[in-house]
């Protein structure tokens, strides 16, 4: 027992030692590269002592919360280092290192250690008695109802080169300028919710027949849109499946493999291939971490004291109208980057702040404590965790009402309580 009690404590020493590693490289990034390369887009460095040491107090104190997570539900607590990593640490380095403003900083910090809240969510629910076999038929027509219509518009519109991630812009503004209407709702529930379920769910069924039709389905969606949210997606469903035996594991292997990537990628940009700009560092650190912590920025400073009340939101936009010519993205990246051509995304917290002020930050931060509280109950299949890991990086670049909707986390929540639960239940 004892030994038991040391080796869980080792697990949690290790990955407290992780995420910190990860925490001090993303700040010599921010000093030697972002601020450097990306100076353009709004990077500086002014750097606080105070706000640093400040939030290497609210580190250690969010590091004390993570062990009450860890010893009450393992998935969680991976969940919940996950959002250490895409939400506070570039939030922090922002505040400390471009002496970054208090509103979004605190407001981040509040996101994550409301979390906590989601080890009291117990729900039962039942199991519904659905065979395999009737499971499999079931998603294997809801990939072929879904994809279907996206084909039959789209056809032979594939661009080759974007699987090399080449010319991906032109090919989502062909792209875009086709997916409409309903066939713009299909689309994004295929690609973030039917397609990685399905995929997933036949991995842990070995259905080599069923593997291959979700892959080359993804592979279309993706060379026809450019969409590197697919891209990317498959990739983490698949190393998720099969790196680790457990929540502890795989998160440790992701934060083993993350430190390594970025200790690799300056050496390939600038030694290997010598190029102008940082391609590697630029496209995974600078636009998965640094570009929506400064987005967020962007948005409490855009919408302090002047809430928006979901006026772009439908059923909301009958009661409250948007004052503004163009739409919230389009006018964030016109105001402080002086263009148009560009879509500034939102993430969870910044998309609270922006529709109802510091009230907003709070009640998304329960909804998401609860909905993580929910998944938590439902007790999935380990193998699902790649998608639970899409879900937080959509969440963080994404409205949170559009993330339920199109984003298909309600529909994952549909089929999870009467597809996905027979004989996938598993210890977390």
């Not at 892959?215 to 990317?232: A, D, H």
């Not at 899409?390 to 963080?396: G, N, P």
Request: hydrophobic share 55%.
């Amino acid at each position: 027992m004892l030994i038991s009690k040391i080796a869980l404590t080792k697990d949690f020493i290790r990955l407290t030692i992780l995420i910190v590693l990860v925490a001090l490289i993303l700040e010599v990034y921010y000093n030697l590269l972002i601020v450097p390369e990306f100076k353009h887009l709004g990077f500086n460095l002014n750097f606080n002592i105070v706000k640093y040491i400040l939030s290497k107090f609210l580190l250690i104190c969010l590091l004390a919360l993570s062990f009450i997570i860890y010893s009450k539900s393992k998935f969680l607590y991976s969940i919940f280092l996950l959002l250490l990593f895409f939400f506070y640490i570039p939030n922090s380095i922002l505040f400390s290192f471009a002496n970054g403003a208090l509103g979004p900083f605190f407001s981040n910090c509040f996101f994550v250690s409301t979390f906590a809240l989601s080890i009291f969510v117990k729900i039962k629910l039942p199991v519904w008695s659905i065979s395999q076999k009737h499971s499999s038929w079931i998603l294997a027509a809801a990939t072929i109802l879904f994809t279907l219509p996206i084909i039959i518009t789209f056809r032979s519109n594939i661009y080759l080169k974007t699987l090399l991630l080449k010319d991906i812009y032109e090919t989502r503004e062909v792209f875009s300028a086709k997916l409409t209407g309903v066939v713009n709702y299909l689309y994004h529930l295929s690609v973030k919710t039917i397609l990685p379920v399905s995929l997933v769910f036949f991995m842990i069924r070995k259905k080599p027949v069923f593997i291959g039709l979700c892959l080359i389905v993804l592979l279309y969606l993706f060379v026809i849109s450019g969409n590197k949210f697919v891209y990317f997606t498959s990739i983490l469903l698949v190393f998720f499946y099969y790196v680790g035996k457990d929540y502890v594991s795989k998160i440790n292997y992701f934060l083993l493999f993350t430190i390594i990537l970025f200790i690799v990628f300056p050496i390939v940009d600038y030694a290997i291939i010598k190029a102008d700009k940082p391609i590697l560092s630029g496209t995974f650190v600078n636009r998965f971490l640094f570009i929506p912590a400064l987005l967020t920025q962007w948005y409490f400073d855009f919408f302090d004291g002047r809430p928006f009340y979901f006026a772009e939101s439908h059923f909301f936009n009958n009661f409250f109208h948007s004052p503004y010519d163009m739409p919230v993205g389009f006018l964030i990246s016109k105001t402080y980057l002086n263009t148009t051509d560009a879509y500034a995304n939102n993430g969870i917290v910044s998309d609270g702040f922006m529709n109802l002020g510091y009230w907003g930050v709070g009640l998304f931060s329960i909804v998401f404590a609860a909905l993580f509280g929910l998944f938590n109950s439902l007790r999935l299949n380990i193998g699902y965790y790649g998608l639970f890991f899409s879900y937080i990086y959509m969440i963080l670049s994404a409205p949170l009402l559009s993330c339920f909707i199109t984003g298909g986390i309600l529909l994952f929540i549909f089929l999870s309580i009467f597809v996905l639960r027979e004989k996938d239940s598993t210890k977390q």
